[in-house]
């Protein structure tokens, strides 16, 4: 019932910066809140950033100061503004919403994931 479709990973190096974009789409009639996860290899998939409706947010303590979460809520699409990036933020990036469609049901939907390699 919703769909999310992310984009931005890529290669940078460190001290770099790159903006992942994540855009729902389907039969949403309001956002509760989107969200940021990452899972490095051999490790346990972890909340990078969320944000909610209210806008209030949240972040790891390993990327506070240096992420940025933003919603477009007119696009219906979460940012990611990644600065002085780490090599430790090497990760498949992915990105999760909690939704309602018209009728106030739940919808919840995990994007396709974006590799964020950060490397000299």
């Known amino acids: 019932q919703v769909q999310l479709v992310e984009s931005g990973g890529g290669l940078v190096q460190p001290g770099g910066s790159l903006t992942l974009s994540c855009a729902a789409s389907?039969?949403?009639?309001?956002?509760?809140?989107m969200g940021w996860y990452r899972q490095a290899p051999g490790k346990q998939r972890e909340l990078v950033a969320r944000?909610?409706?209210?806008?209030?947010?949240d972040f790891a303590d390993s990327v506070k100061g240096r992420f940025t979460i933003s919603m477009d809520n007119a696009k219906n699409t979460v940012y990611l503004q990644m600065n002085s990036l780490k090599p430790e933020d090497t990760a498949v990036y992915y990105c999760?919403?909690?939704?309602?469609?018209?009728?106030?049901?739940?919808?919840?939907?995990w994007g396709q994931g974006t590799q964020v390699t950060v490397s000299s």
């Open positions: 944000i909610t409706s209210d806008s209030s947010t």
């Open positions: 999760k919403v909690a939704a309602r469609n018209g009728f106030g049901y739940p919808l919840r939907s």
């Open positions: 389907g039969s949403i009639f309001s956002i509760d809140a």
